[in-house]
């Protein structure tokens, strides 16, 4: 506590900056609060709520502005939802054109889906958004809790899933 004291003091009394930049910027972007599934446990908005390009183009373009004037600034993007991936190959694929585009050095790219609906095409996309990144899942092993709209086996959905993104090295 005397220490952090002693620090505002200091800023007080120099005329530094009271609130220090951060040297990393963890965003959170969710493209869409819609899910493929509908647990038990879960509210998710039922209106279609996605993102345009034109929203991410101008999120990156604040982003890169920002790590510019902040040098050894380092930007992590999550990628959330609802479920991420119901926004499919072709809008990853302008992610990735516009993060190519705008950055200078990459951001580190991560995803945290429930995988069910991952499959070659869109790893194939996600492999190159994700660059030294990842894909975050969960599991509940009850399929009392956890099910997919269109009907089919939440598990088996998602343990297909996470060999395809074990096997893409996600």
């Not at 220090?20 to 609060?33: A, G, N, Q, R, Y």
């Not at 209106?47 to 790590?67: Q, R």
């Not at 991560?110 to 975050?136: H, K």
Request: with cysteine; proline share 5%.
């Amino acid at each position: 506590c005397s220490r952090v004291v002693t620090s505002l003091h200091r800023m007080k009394n120099t005329g530094e900056n009271r609130y220090p930049m951060p040297t990393c910027i963890e965003v959170v972007i969710k493209p869409t609060l819609q899910c493929n599934g509908s647990c038990a446990y879960c509210n998710v908005a039922e209106k279609p709520l996605f993102a345009n390009l034109a929203m991410i183009d101008s999120v990156f373009h604040s982003l890169a502005n920002y790590v510019e004037k902040n040098p050894g600034c380092h930007v992590t993007v999550l990628w959330h939802g609802g479920e991420p991936m119901l926004m499919g190959a072709s809008f990853y694929k302008r992610v990735s054109e516009l993060n190519r585009k705008i950055f200078r050095d990459s951001p580190t790219h991560l995803m945290q889906s429930n995988l069910t609906l991952l499959n070659g095409g869109l790893a194939d996309v996600l492999s190159d958004l994700l660059n030294d990144g990842g894909i975050g899942t969960s599991l509940d092993p009850f399929e009392d809790y956890r099910q997919l709209k269109n009907g089919e086996s939440y598990l088996e959905r998602w343990y297909e899933g996470f060999e395809l993104a074990k096997s893409r090295g996600f």
